[in-house]
């Protein structure tokens, strides 16, 4: 007999031993939802705004205004700080993240390594952005900013050490104030001024002069860049020597560096699994694929983008022999064993920060696309499904309201294929679609049970998304929120007031 | 620019990879934008791509630099063509792309020629070619084709064209004679080689226009309109297959098949499925006149390929097109309305579908006035034009008119030019179009005739409300639902233009003069 009765008694105990351990579970899981990280977000801008000022001031302090050269160079030289002091402020305001975990993190790397090598500047400063894009950069005054975007692509503390050493040096080699001035003072040189001059009286064939005018000075502009970041390569791999951080890491860095335009996660989305069901059984990329486009044209490419050395930083296979040299062979080389636990958590928080940050900015594709990709390592995050749901209701009032092209990226060669292909999807979508989408994604995670405001910004999104604004249980779900969550993250963006009206004009 | 989020994130990654964050192109540098500026290239019924021809700096003392720059349908800027010609007298008449080159077509109005030129998928030049010595009739056809405000208007005097057949070339048109006479016809190569000319009969008594309406199957259409005399307003319409290799004439028909009937032709062509060719027009009173005249209604006609009637079926406006009108739509057909046929399309189903726009002529109170004071001269219009509802007829493979769908818009006003107060209803409905006055913008297809849209423009009010201008979207097909979309008009741009765009979208240029700026866009149509 391949099935037998089961014996009550033995049924029973079983389901009170089940109960029992439940009960034991109960707190446990309740636990682990609260441990469960959230992108941060505070309602209170205060601390941003506070910092953005001052950091626009230090920007605005630092670059002194020279007192010699023509006035067109001074004029000039005053615009390039302004708009660089304006650039820091509105990076800050709008992008610094000042989360309880990041942050304090990065910036206790920072401060080791600025303990490590007191001869840096005392004015030095860290800022965390939300910037999704894997970079970092130094601003003139001391300020090294740090994008979210770079962290989980690392894979140790000494790997972001050798990155904060590189801008570090930039900052102790003043390569910013000596790169503006260069710049300025090749633009404003008497040479150059009579090149101009002499292409606006020829009157014939301004444009293509004027241009290949400007893509000389930018030639010479990068010449001189490329010799900033070898001596930053350097300086930087002395400054992460003189820490208790591993220097071979240097290498390691330059190497993760040379292929981070790619994916990290080159696996398709799994779009059937999550948006096709009974009720909605949608193919996905059944389509037959059509010519992209009718031109064969190679793409224009610049001396720029052709010769290694005429771009603005040399390869980075160039500044791994480099670094090798400088390390004298002692180089950690290809991947390295799994990130600590510290390191591990904070690439984890990055990557949901990460996501945050691309739907912040209403890219809801790209959001999507890594919250997708996320899901099948953790299918139970709550955040990753609300962020889903979250997209999809968006890209619907996008669509509804013909703002659909400013939040939909183009297909592009610069996307990895597996976006490109989500991309495509996007764009074949109609209105009535997502409502399936959303009702098979819900069918396909299961319920959300978590208590916090991406949940229930999620569960109002599903709602309108089955149904629409007006029924019942979305109107429901939308004063529960405004209640809950009235300063929350979400509240203006679901419930926005209703812009002016204003005539435009046809032709 | 308008300040969101992601344009943001775009300003804080200026510096990075050239990333694709959106499908729209902004032009910096603009100083003057016409709508004419920018045209998109089609490859069968698809947009694929766009051209912009603009004048750049000056070359020498006699030439500018004039650019043709190209975009592929999702904006993306693929390169730019520069050549140097006449200083302030080079327009581009047309664009055209025949799936395997694309090909430019210029006017040199110093020299007074005609000048191509054809270019390959990468483009890379293949010929060139100037035609001189143009008619007085071309260069009278032209001057008019350069003042219309819709050069896509059509009518009796069809313009200067160059008109695509995939796997052979380009054919062009001309005038002949002074007056414009007659017609030819002449198919280019790739490489601008010409196999064939074709010209109408110089000892022909009547005057002949023909235009090229599609390359179907082994056969160039036509549509051919002979009359009397330049400004005889008696016209009789033909249909015209050439044998698109040989230019050989196959076919050159009447759509009148008897002495009782009265027929306009507004579309032409050939249904492949059951190889017949299939007449689309209006009937009129037998003592009226076609396209002049207010018609009774509209008929399909369906010939052999041996030019041998095999069905007709006429649709009157107040009979079998009154009795599926919807409730709403009576009204206007009770005020004297008439109809403007802007598109007729075939679907993969089978189904016919005929796009109209509703317009009348009404007197106009103060034109009366002071052409009374002036003695009945002056300059002053006593008549002007009314435009109305979109309207589209569908009509099934049987050839039963199976649905009238009716979309009311604010009506607007059009001025007539003086001495069009006593015209028919169908010339004046073509003087309108060439005017650019109905609201209707373009049809949209796509390659497998399964979705069509027809956009147009409605300025809306709602009470207490100022006018908002919209784009209207007429979506229908295989699925058999009729959608309609409704885009609200920017209201930022000093000037905001709309173009076809590749199948389910839009394309919206803002042009915000004192940026001097272009703002190019691709709208999703919520269909």
Same mark, same amino acid.
Request: proline share 12%; no cysteine.
């Given at each position: 007999m391949l099935r037998s009765t089961p014996n009550p008694r033995i049924s029973t105990a079983l389901r009170l031993l089940c109960l029992l351990f439940l009960t034991a579970l109960g707190p446990y899981r309740v636990a682990a939802q609260d441990a469960a990280y959230r992108p941060y977000y505070s309602s209170d801008t205060t601390r941003l705004y506070q910092l953005a000022v001052a950091q626009r001031n230090a920007v605005k302090a630092h670059f002194v205004l020279p007192k010699t050269g023509t006035s067109d160079y001074r004029d000039h030289y005053r615009k390039v700080v302004q708009e660089t002091s304006d650039d820091v402020f509105n990076s800050i305001r709008y992008s610094a993240l000042l989360d309880p975990v990041v942050e304090p993190f990065v910036q206790r790397v920072f401060a080791q390594i600025l303990k490590a090598n007191?001869?840096?500047?005392?004015t030095a400063r860290l800022v965390l952005t939300r910037?999704?894009?894997?970079n970092a950069h130094a601003v003139g005054n001391g300020t090294v900013m740090l994008n979210i975007g770079l962290l989980p692509r690392l894979e140790n503390e000494s790997q972001l050490a050798f990155i904060l050493c590189h801008e570090l040096a930039h900052v102790a080699c003043r390569h910013m104030e000596n790169g503006m001035q260069q710049r300025l003072l090749a633009l404003h040189s008497k040479e150059m001024q009579r090149e101009f001059r002499r292409i606006v009286n020829a009157e014939y064939n301004i444009g293509s002069q004027v241009k290949a005018l400007a893509l000389g000075f930018s030639l010479n502009a990068n010449y001189h860049h490329r010799q900033f970041e070898t001596q930053a390569d350097s300086l930087g791999y002395a400054l992460l020597a003189?820490?208790?951080?591993?220097?071979?890491q240097a290498y390691r860095v330059l190497q993760l560096l040379d292929t981070i335009?790619?994916?990290?996660?080159?696996a398709p989305v799994a779009l059937p699994t999550y948006f096709s069901c009974t009720d909605f059984p949608k193919k996905f990329g059944v389509a037959p694929a059509k010519p992209a486009s009718i031109f064969t044209v190679q793409k224009e490419v610049t001396a720029l983008e052709t010769s290694d050395t005429l771009k603005s930083h040399p390869d980075c296979g160039k500044r791994m022999r480099y670094v090798q040299a400088l390390a004298k062979g002692q180089i950690a080389d290809g991947p390295q064993p799994a990130s600590p636990p510290d390191f591990a958590r904070i690439r984890a928080a990055s990557r949901l920060e990460i996501i945050q940050s691309w739907f912040d900015y209403d890219c809801y594709d790209h959001a999507l696309f890594e919250a997708l990709q996320l899901l099948p390592q953790q299918p139970h995050n709550g955040y990753l499904q609300a962020v889903v749901q979250l997209s999809l209701f968006e890209l619907r009032q996008h669509l509804q309201d013909h703002t659909y092209f400013s939040v939909v990226s183009n297909l592009s060669a610069h996307n990895p294929a597996t976006f490109n292909a989500l991309v495509t999807t996007l764009h074949d979508l109609?209105?009535?679609?997502f409502k399936g989408l959303s009702a098979c994604f819900a069918q396909a995670t299961g319920p959300e049970d978590a208590a916090d405001e991406y949940a229930l910004a999620a569960r109002y999104a599903a709602s309108a998304l089955a149904?629409?604004?007006?029924a019942p249980a979305t109107a429901a779900l939308k004063t529960q929120f405004e209640q809950q969550y009235?300063?929350?993250?979400?509240a203006k963006l679901l419930f926005p007031a209703p812009p002016p009206k204003a005539p435009g004009k046809h032709r | 620019m308008k300040f969101t989020p992601r344009t943001a994130l775009v300003a804080l990654l200026m510096?990075?990879?050239?990333?694709?964050?959106?499908?729209t192109n902004t032009l910096n540098g603009i100083q003057n934008m016409r709508r004419s500026a920018l045209s998109p290239i089609y490859d069968g019924n698809e947009v694929k791509g766009y051209v912009m021809f603009a004048r750049g700096d000056k070359a020498d003392r006699k030439n500018d630099n004039y650019l043709l720059d190209l975009y592929d349908q999702n904006l993306a800027k693929i390169s730019t063509i520069t050549i140097q010609k006449p200083a302030g007298r080079y327009t581009l008449l047309k664009n055209t792309f025949n799936g395997s080159a694309f090909a430019f077509y210029f006017f040199n109005s110093k020299d007074k020629t005609l000048e191509m030129e054809t270019y390959d998928t990468s483009l890379k030049k293949l010929g060139s070619k100037a035609i001189g010595e143009l008619t007085k009739g071309d260069l009278r056809v032209l001057d008019g084709q350069q003042r219309a405000?819709?050069?896509?208007?059509?009518?009796?005097?069809?313009?200067l064209n160059l008109f695509p057949v995939p796997g052979l070339g380009f054919v062009r048109n001309g005038y002949t004679g002074g007056m414009a006479k007659g017609y030819t016809l002449a198919i280019y190569d790739n490489k601008l080689g010409m196999h064939w000319r074709i010209t109408s009969d /110089? =000892?022909? $008594?009547q005057y002949e226009s023909l235009s090229i309406t599609e390359a179907a199957d082994k056969y160039l259409l036509g549509i051919m309109v002979r009359r009397d005399?330049?400004?005889?307003?008696k016209t009789t319409s033909y249909m015209v297959a050439l044998d698109?290799?040989?230019?050989?004439?196959?076919l050159d028909l009447?759509?009148?098949?008897?002495?009782t009937e009265q027929l306009s032709l507004s579309s032409f062509t050939f249904d492949a499925d059951k190889r017949e060719f299939v007449a689309v027009g209006e009937y009129y009173k037998l003592d009226d006149k076609p396209f002049v005249n207010k018609s009774q209604g509209l008929y399909v006609k369906r010939f052999g /390929? =041996?030019? $041998?009637?095999v069905s007709t079926k006429n649709y009157g406006w107040h009979n079998e097109i009154a009795a599926l009108m919807p409730a709403e739509a009576k009204a206007s057909l009770e005020d004297n309305y008439v109809n403007y046929n802007h598109a007729v399309v075939k679907g993969a189903n089978g189904r016919m579908y005929i796009v109209a726009e509703q317009f009348k002529i009404v007197g106009d109170g103060l034109g009366i006035a002071a052409s009374i004071l002036n003695g009945g001269g002056?300059?002053?219009?006593?008549s002007k034009g009314k435009v109305a509802n979109m309207l589209v007829f569908e009509i099934d493979p049987q050839a039963t008119l199976t649905s009238v769908k009716f979309y009311p818009k604010t009506v607007t006003n059009a001025e007539l030019p003086p001495g069009?107060?006593?015209?028919?209803a169908g010339l004046l409905g073509q003087i309108m179009k060439s005017q650019g006055d109905f609201d209707y913008q373009f049809m949209q297809k796509n390659d497998d005739n399964t979705q069509f849209n027809v956009v147009y423009v409605n300025f809306d009010k709602e009470k207490g409300e100022k006018a908002q201008t919209y784009i209207g979207n007429i979506a229908f097909g295989d699925n058999g639902k009729y959608a309609v979309d409704k885009i609200e008009m920017p209201s930022g741009p000093t000037y905001s233009y709309l173009y076809p765009a590749k199948p389910g979208y839009v394309m919206i240029a803002d042009y915000f003069k004192k940026k001097n700026q272009l703002g190019m866009k691709l709208v999703k149509l919520n269909i």
């Open positions: 007191p001869q840096l500047p005392a910037n999704p894009e894997p003189r820490t208790h951080y591993e220097a071979p335009d790619e994916p990290e996660n080159p109609r209105y009535d679609d149904a629409d604004a007006a009235a300063a929350g993250r979400f | 510096l990075a990879a050239p990333a694709a964050f959106a499908q405000v819709d050069p896509t208007a059509g009518g009796m005097m069809l313009g /110089e =000892n022909a $008594k005399g330049l400004l005889s307003r698109a290799k040989t230019g050989k004439k196959l009447p759509v009148e098949t008897s002495a /390929e =041996n030019g $041998k009637p002056g300059s002053a219009s006593v069009t107060g006593f015209m028919g």
